[in-house]
């Protein structure tokens, strides 16, 4: 119910002061408004309140969708982890038969080499134990005979069996 002074205010000059205007009593407006207002107002409190259910329901997706996807980054990342150790083990396994390979290859090389080597030698050995003694036996008929350069570069030539290649190759 409206007070007493509200019901006073109803009376009260509506107009400013000056020419004379015709009489009346005035219109509440703040009532008027406050009428017209009220339905759609409380439509929108309804709005409003479906809206915070509808950000509350989101926050509520939201949250859970985070934790879901927490518990999903979390078991990547275990898996991750894990096969990490399987490939850094494939990793080294594969370098170490590499390396195996290469090794092999170079002891295959080496043994092709020494294989070589011990053939020309054996090619060579006679030829060289022949020239050998004939130096020997050489040196032992004649031994007051001193051996020059040049003597001894005759001598080496006269075996059939071994080509004249110089002097002997001395080790480094």
Do not use: W, Y
């Amino acid at each position: 119910m409206a007070g007493f002074r509200d019901f006073l205010l109803r009376f009260r000059p509506v107009g400013s002061p000056g020419r004379a205007a015709p009489g009346g009593v005035p219109a509440d407006r703040a009532a008027e408004l406050t009428a017209e207002l009220t339905p759609p107002l409380s439509l929108l409190e309804e709005v409003e309140a479906e809206a915070r259910r509808i950000r509350e329901e989101a926050a509520r997706v939201a949250a859970d969708r985070r934790r879901e996807a927490e518990r999903q980054a979390d078991t990547i990342v275990g898996r991750a982890r894990a096969r990490a150790d399987e490939v850094r083990a494939k990793s080294a396994a594969r370098g170490r038969r590499a390396a195996e390979a290469e090794a092999a290859e170079f002891l295959a090389t080496a043994e092709r080499n020494e294989a070589e080597m011990r053939s020309r030698a054996q090619a060579r050995m006679p030829g060289l134990l022949d020239r050998v003694a004939r130096l020997v036996i050489e040196d032992i008929e004649t031994p007051a005979t001193p051996r020059t350069p040049s003597n001894r570069s005759a001598s080496r030539r006269t075996s059939p069996d071994v080509p004249d290649s110089g002097p002997p190759e001395r080790g480094p």
